[in-house]
């Protein structure tokens, strides 16, 4: 027992004795309010993948290709010239046919930027599968105001359009 805390003796308890402080429990000097306002709290911004390294990460992959058929050519001895040709021809055969096209179960944990892109790319086509517009705003719907302007806005448009097929 420590400061009046804790077992006297540990047998018979199921525990080994010492005394451990719970880290889960709520400081006593938080208020209600205090924990309310963590509620609050805007959700973290998503980074844009920066398109920069997505390219000079797909250029790197062709490169390493093309390295490994140099090394595997020199090693069979062909000719410096032909090595040099196949090489080219490998690299613009890659480059042609690499796209932006990213498989996201393929990549690495570390390619932040690849999983970014494959991500925001997802949400694209969910977007676009449930029919969502583009300038569409989590929260817009319960704007009362915001409503009533885009009603009189579409209300608008439909009058000068009719107005255009009578003409």
């Not at 400081?27 to 609050?40: C, G, I, M, N």
């Not at 980074?47 to 390294?53: K, L, S």
């Not at 290709?65 to 040709?85: F, M, R």
């Not at 690849?114 to 517009?133: H, P």
Request: with cysteine; aromatic share 4%.
């Amino acid at each position: 027992m420590y400061n009046g805390i804790g077992l006297t003796t540990p047998r018979g308890s199921g525990t080994n004795g010492y005394v451990v402080r719970n880290l889960s429990a709520l400081r006593s000097f938080q208020t209600p309010q205090d924990r309310a306002s963590a509620w609050d709290v805007a959700p973290p911004k998503h980074r844009e993948p920066d398109a920069e390294i997505l390219e000079h990460e797909r250029k790197r992959k062709v490169e390493v290709k093309c390295l490994e058929l140099q090394l595997k050519l020199e090693d069979e001895g062909v000719e410096e010239d032909k090595i040099e040709e196949q090489v080219s021809e490998l690299r613009t055969k890659l480059l042609a046919e690499a796209s932006a096209q990213i498989n996201a179960k393929s990549l690495k944990p570390s390619d932040t930027h690849g999983i970014a892109y494959a991500k925001k790319d997802e949400l694209n086509k969910m977007a676009r599968a449930f029919g969502t517009r583009s300038d569409y705003h989590e929260g817009d719907a319960f704007d009362r105001e915001k409503q009533e302007e885009l009603r009189m806005r579409r209300h608008a448009e439909r009058e000068e359009r009719d107005r255009q097929r009578e003409e």
